[in-house]
């Protein structure tokens, strides 16, 4: 392996820390940068948390890198020149790089709907956190694993404000049934009030509207109904698809650029049953790991093995004390076992932990 071969991972979420991680232990001769506009790994999947108003640890990246032989580059890529194999920066030199790892995440899509971006809050990114206002109705619009998370945490650490929760589906809808009426059934023992088959069509800054002529009064809106990737890839001319998403062959790298692979939520990826793998945690941190694989194989003068990876559960925290973690199907549709109370709370924290560590982050 060539002592000068540049690494360089863009990217310092669950994706790109476990695939720096990795690099650190298989490719030692290589020289390896992580890139980042924050300076802090947060566990981005106790956002919902912080958002409740809780205290939650962060990491200084560089402390969590450097230690490892991997240099960090704190800063905001404003361009990728795929063609010179350069990052490039708003206020600094570009950094070159011979194989980049593609791992931004993602962040919230407003959907299109009027008012979101200028109204509603959101849960997608720690700059996105910010606390709520004191008095008053919080609407959470999705039913999602986000919204569902933030509807209950909010409920219970604010008793007495009215939390609403809006879709147009069953909180929790993708879950086998009893996964459904446990999370119905305490988010309103918490008090949530759902509201099912309602598209909203608007938000303003006390208001939500639906489609059918309803509004509903609140004093902060959050928005969890559906998420994005940043558009540098789309920009530099890589393969993505509709949404932004990089274009990968089973080995991760892309389909236009074979110096770039991409990880985590910003990548394509096919996973069993022919389903593209979701955006997750559970998702990224696996991926990250394979393609630092991938990449070291290769540099060695060998081809890798396949991503051998399946969903086996999926967990969702209701407040501190409650959760369900519903056992999943190779194609990541749900099984019949599903684990409720607190006994899923603790669960659900575990594996939570067990991310975290993934990453680096101890």
């Known amino acids: 392996m060539s002592a000068q071969h540049r690494i360089v991972v863009l990217g310092a979420g669950y994706a790109g820390l476990a695939a720096a991680r990795r690099f650190a232990r298989k490719a030692p001769d290589a020289t390896v940068t992580v890139v980042d506009a924050r300076t802090h790994f947060v566990e981005r999947v106790r956002l919902h948390q912080r958002f409740a108003g809780q205290q939650t640890r962060a990491w200084d990246l560089r402390e969590l890198l450097e230690p490892k032989r991997i240099r960090f580059v704190h800063g905001r890529v404003s361009e990728i020149d795929a063609d010179r194999s350069l990052l490039r920066f708003d206020g600094r030199e570009p950094l070159a790089y011979d194989t980049l790892v593609y791992a931004l995440g993602s962040i919230a899509d407003d959907a299109g709907v009027p008012g979101v971006a200028e109204h509603a ?114 920009r530099a001319g890589l393969a993505v698809d509709a949404h932004g998403r990089m274009h990968t062959d089973a080995s991760l790298r892309s389909l236009s650029h074979p110096n770039v692979y991409a990880a985590g939520d910003s990548a394509v ?43 086996h559960f999926q967990c969702l925290s209701l407040g501190r004390s409650d959760g369900v973690i519903q056992f999943l199907h190779a194609d990541d549709t749900p099984g019949r076992t599903v684990l409720t109370g607190r006994t ?16 680096g982050a101890k």
């Open 121 to 234: 809050y959101s849960v997608a990114t720690p700059e996105s956190v910010a606390r709520v206002p004191a008095d008053g109705p919080i609407v959470v619009v999705g039913a999602g694993s986000t919204g569902i998370e933030v509807a209950a945490e909010l409920a219970e650490s604010r008793s007495g404000t009215r939390v609403v929760l809006i879709s147009t589906e069953e909180p929790g809808a993708w879950l086998s049934p009893r996964a459904q009426a446990h999370i119905r059934r305490v988010l309103e023992r918490l008090g949530v009030r759902i509201h099912t088959d309602s598209k909203v069509i608007e938000v303003t800054a006390d208001t939500v509207r639906l489609a059918d002529g309803t509004s509903i009064d609140s004093a902060a809106t959050v928005w969890t109904a559906g998420f994005a990737v940043p558009q540098l890839a789309a």
């Open 269 to 311: 990826v096919a996973g069993p049953g022919d389903r593209e793998l979701r955006m997750a945690c559970a998702t990224a941190l696996p991926t990250g790991t394979y393609v630092a694989e991938v990449i070291t194989a290769r540099l060695r003068g060998r081809e890798p093995g396949e991503l051998k990876f399946r969903y």
């Open 344 to 359: 899923a709370s603790r669960f659900k924290e575990a594996i939570v932990r067990f991310a975290a560590a993934g990453a």
